[in-house]
T-cell receptor, first 113, second 114 residues
Framework: TQLLEQSPQFLSIQEGENLTVYCNSS?????LQWYRQEPGEGPVLLVT?????EVKKLKRLTFQFGDARKDSSLHITAAQPGDTGLYLC?????????????FGKGTSLLVTP | KAGVTQTPRYLIKTRGQQVTLSCSPI?????VSWYQQTPGQGLQFLFE???????NKGNFPGRFSGRQFSNSRSEMNVSTLELGDSALYLC?????????????FGPGTRLTVL
């Protein structure tokens, strides 16, 4: 199983600040996904990146896939309390003809007013 | 369209017991995956079913098993529960289970083993 390392593990910032979360692996992924999970709920997909070097924007969130498709970053501009949650990156892998997601351990973000 | 539903939402069991968790996927979705989420290990893949067949299995002991029915609903069973099985069990469904599919997660079942 390919390992995905996320950093930082915890992040506490004030409203209006910018932040970047990193997701790194020694393996190449055909695609990488970012999810956000709020307490008591399952993860919700934010974005899927497929092409090396790809950059996708979702309002104040910017996602980048590394050129070698081994790493990704999530940048949040002017964070708001509503951005609070657990951010997870996941790479897909195929084994025994079945599909699965390999998740990083996540970055827990707290944005205070 | 209704989302992925999981029942029960909370469960308390004692060591040695067994437990069955249920997952109803989004209508039309044929792939169902199960994940275990713990603070220490994060989300770990358990298994994936497609059209009643297990296509993929994660690195978990044989005490963890599952099945999928003809209507795509899925159950997972854990026998001889251990304290370390306490976790949030998440189910995700997608159309066919592929890189181009979106995985939709349910809210999870919180299992506590005493």
């Amino acid at each position: 199983t390919q390992l995905l390392e996320q950093s930082p593990q915890f992040l506490s910032i004030q409203e209006g600040e910018n932040l970047t979360v990193y997701c790194n692996s020694s393996s190449v992924f055909s695609s990488l996904q970012w999810y956000r999970q709020e307490p008591g709920e399952g993860p919700v997909l934010l974005v899927t990146v497929v092409t090396g070097g790809e950059v996708k924007k979702l309002k104040r969130l910017t996602f980048q896939f590394g050129d070698a498709r081994k790493d990704s970053s999530l940048h949040i501009t002017a964070a708001q309390p509503g951005d609070t949650g657990l951010y997870l990156c996941a790479g897909d892998f195929w084994e025994n003809s079945g599909y699965a997601l390999n998740f990083g351990k996540g970055t827990s973000l707290l944005v205070t007013p | 369209k209704a989302g992925v539903t999981q029942t029960p939402r909370y469960l308390i069991k004692t060591r040695g017991q067994q437990v069955t968790l249920s997952c109803s996927p989004i209508s039309g979705h044929r792939s169902v995956s199960w994940y275990q989420q713990t603070p220490g290990q994060g989300l770990q893949f358990l298994f994936e079913y497609f059209s009643e067949t297990q296509r993929n299995k994660g690195n978990f002991p044989g005490r963890f098993s599952g099945r999928q029915f003809s209507n795509s609903r899925s159950e997972m069973n854990v026998s001889t529960l251990e304290l370390g099985d306490s976790a949030l069990y998440l189910c995700a469904s997608s159309l066919v289970g592929s890189s181009t599919d979106t995985q939709y997660f349910g809210p999870g079942t919180r299992l506590t083993v005493l």
